[in-house]
């Protein structure tokens, strides 16, 4: 049997008046979209969270205790250069050049250990924050990736370097005095109270880690002072042994006693151990809000748009429902 062949044109009103006659289809395709959508929601795995807070640095309060830590620090010096300086000064009318003891204190000015303040340990801590060696350090250490929980070491590295990538901190480009929002940490989880927990762990972690740095930074400075003491008074030593003249022997002695009377290191090892940093559990560089942190869903697309996109599918659905509904009518009639 013979069939007549459709025309290419499609005449507008022809189609608005099938889709009118069919209009069952073109609901019932919105409606089936929707009622899939609502099924899909209420199946799929759970949203991520975006969980957001500040970091913020010591207080005006604990930071007038580092000024104080400074100004002691930085005021004491060896017994032994103050004789020295006099000794020169006796002497020469003037002081001609540097001494081993001067150039001990010249340095311990410019060591970081004796200039503590809030823009320092603050900068130390977002430093920290920032390695993702340490994060990723944090992250193995409190278990936020259980390892039974992978077959293989490569898939439980893979997800541990996926989480702590999954971590950013905002704000870092404005200078910490002028800051008109604070430094954010932000992360995407599904699990609210272990990102607290987690959060706590690492600002417990981050200042624990800073302070032993501080600790050696101190010891380190010592040991320095230490040697030179004991090279110099070697050096006096040999000297006495060389020398011809009573006076200068007398002399050398005498320097040899003050080296060895000096308390220039145990009194920075006493400023020190008075200091906030000596003080474990009182020290911290920085605080993380994790008792206050803001959450939000972690959402692609909104949910405006996902309607919008479902009532569209929903209604293409409708029309292409309808027209093939009218040809295969078309069809039986003929």
């Known amino acids: 049997m ?10 507008l009103l022809d189609l608005i008046l099938i889709i009118w006659k069919k209009k069952w289809y073109f609901v019932s395709g919105i409606i089936l979209c929707f009622f899939i959508l609502i099924i899909h929601q209420i199946n799929k795995p759970p949203s991520q969270i975006i969980a957001s807070t500040e970091i913020r640095p010591i207080t005006v309060f604990d930071e007038a205790k580092y000024k104080i830590y400074n100004l002691f620090i930085n005021t004491i010096k060896p017994d032994y250069l ?12 003037e002081i001609t050049k540097i001494s081993k003891s ?6 311990a000015k410019d060591l970081e250990i004796n200039n503590i303040n809030k823009k320092f340990l603050f900068d130390l801590f977002i430093d920290r924050l920032r390695q993702k060696s340490n994060l990723v350090a944090a992250i193995k250490k409190f278990n936020f990736i259980k390892r039974e929980d992978y077959t293989n070491n490569i898939d439980y590295e893979n997800k541990v370097m996926k989480t702590a990538s999954a971590f950013s901190l905002l704000n870092l480009d404005l ?10 940490i932000q992360f995407k989880t599904y699990d609210k109270q272990k990102i607290e ?9 981050t200042n624990l880690q800073i302070r032993d740095r501080l600790s050696e930074m101190l010891n380190n400075y010592i040991d320095y002072v230490q ?10 030593e040999i000297k006495i042994s060389a020398s011809q003249s009573f006076e200068e022997k007398e002399d050398l002695k005498k320097q040899k006693s003050i080296l060895i009377a000096d308390k220039y290191i145990e009194r920075m090892q006493n400023i020190f151990d008075n200091s906030p940093i000596s003080k474990k559990d009182d020290f911290y560089a920085a ?8 959450y939000k869903l972690d959402t692609t697309y909104s949910k405006i748009m996902i309607f919008s996109l479902t009532a569209i599918f929903g209604t293409i659905l409708g029309i ?13 009639r003929k």
């Open 82 to 93: 103050i004789e020295d300086e006099k000794q020169k000064i006796d002497k020469n009318g």
């Open 227 to 236: 040697t030179i003491k004991q090279f110099q008074i070697e050096d006096i």
């Open 320 to 332: 292409l429902f309808a027209l093939i509904s009218n040809a295969i009518q078309n069809r039986n």
């Open 287 to 294: 605080k993380i809000v994790y008792n206050s942190i803001n």
């Open 102 to 107: 001067k150039a001990i204190v010249d340095f």
């Open 2 to 11: 013979s069939r007549n062949i459709a025309s290419d044109e499609i005449d």
């Open 175 to 184: 200078d910490l005095d002028e800051k008109i929002s604070p430094v954010i």
């Open 197 to 205: 927990n987690f959060l706590k762990f690492i600002e417990q972690d």
